[in-house]
């Protein structure tokens, strides 16, 4: 098969190689998905270039964990009628070396989901990190109706999901955004209002917002960089759900959270427990179906652009989804 792969760490255009790698067969409980696109995520480059992690790697590894397709294969004890349906997947490459950058996939059965056929491929490879991501961010701020939420990066491919989303519970949103462009994406999404870090002040802007008493919620992409800012803008037995992190460290305002009983809620999408794996995706099968959302797709380029692909989600050169068309 063609694939996108590495065989050691670094920079993108110097350790990315598009090449032929033997076809994977399905294993027990497994489907072997052919796919059509491969979602690029943050935390792809991350680990490419060394960042997340140094451990050695198994031999050629094939990024990105999200991606969609056709189940052509089925494994020892999976229905064959699941063969010929289109699907989008989840965690293609946690703890794995094969991911989705490739013709093909073979993966446990429960991780390549239902794909209506109303959404396209390029649209499904968005789901499996930044729609969970998103999903599981709103559901533990326990957010409804008449609350309000900050959601950071409002013009992001996470935050465009978060908007949308609690917008569907009825909350309040207000949006961070760093131009005039971005605040038109947020608003687009969903968000009632957005501030532009830049050149606003976003203590008086959520408290415009909120009358004085603070969002009930904040959902966060970098936590070491806004944890500062949470006093004046979180309420008393507030929630910050943190999803990300540019820095390994953080300095929090550790009295004020204690004295204004603030929770600090970090998780990492792909590690989240059964229980909250089949809600969000019970939840947004549910929304898919009824074409609740819509998905932002910035990009759609060819598998041989991967290299340039990472490097635009690096360099933040894209507002929305980088996606990889593999045929």
């Known amino acids: 098969m063609r694939a996108a792969y590495y065989t050691r760490r670094g920079p993108a255009r ?13 294993g027990p409980g497994e489907v072997r998905v052919r796919l059509a696109t491969s979602g690029v995520n943050p935390s792809d480059w991350k680990s490419r270039s060394g960042l997340t992690t140094s451990a050695p790697l198994p031999g050629p590894v094939i990024p990105h964990s999200d991606g969609a397709g056709v189940i052509d294969a089925v494994g020892p004890g999976v229905p064959a009628a699941r063969i010929g349906e289109r699907v989008w997947i989840w965690n293609g490459q946690w703890q794995r070396p094969f991911g989705t950058a490739a013709q093909y996939i073979a993966l446990p059965s429960a991780q390549a989901m239902p794909l209506p056929a109303h959404i396209g491929f390029a649209e499904a490879a968005c ?8 999903l599981q961010a709103v559901r533990l701020a326990r957010i409804d109706e008449q609350a309000s939420v900050l959601i950071h990066g409002g013009a992001g491919a996470v935050a465009q999901y978060a908007i949308q989303f609690a917008r569907l519970r009825g909350v309040r949103v207000i949006s961070t955004v760093s131009s ?8 687009a999404a969903g968000a009632h209002a957005t501030v532009n870090y830049r050149t606003e002040s976003l203590a008086d802007r959520v408290a415009d917002f909120t009358s004085g008493r603070g969002v009930d919620a904040v959902i966060d992409l970098n936590f070491s960089a806004n944890a500062a800012s949470l006093p004046g803008i979180v309420r008393s037995h507030g929630r910050v759900v943190v999803y990300g992190t540019n820095d390994a460290e953080a300095l929090i305002p550790a009295l004020w959270l204690m004295r204004s009983s603030v929770s600090i809620l970090p998780f990492l999408v792909y590690e989240l427990a059964a229980e909250d794996r089949r809600a969000v995706l019970s939840e947004l099968g549910s929304a898919l179906e009824v074409q609740s959302i819509s998905h932002n797709v ?16 690096q360099q933040g050169g894209v507002t ?7 045929d």
Do not use: F, S, Y
Request: avoid cysteine; charge should be negative; hydrophobic fraction near 50%.
């Open 14 to 26: 110097e350790v990315l190689t598009i090449g032929e790698l033997p076809n994977p067969e399905p």
């Open 127 to 134: 789901l499996g990190i930044p729609a969970l991501t998103a």
């Open 180 to 187: 005039d462009e971005k605040a038109e994406r947020a608003r």
């Open 298 to 313: 910035a990009r759609v380029m060819p598998l041989e652009a991967i290299a340039e692909a990472h490097d635009l989600v």
């Open 320 to 326: 929305g989804n980088v996606v990889l068309a593999i």
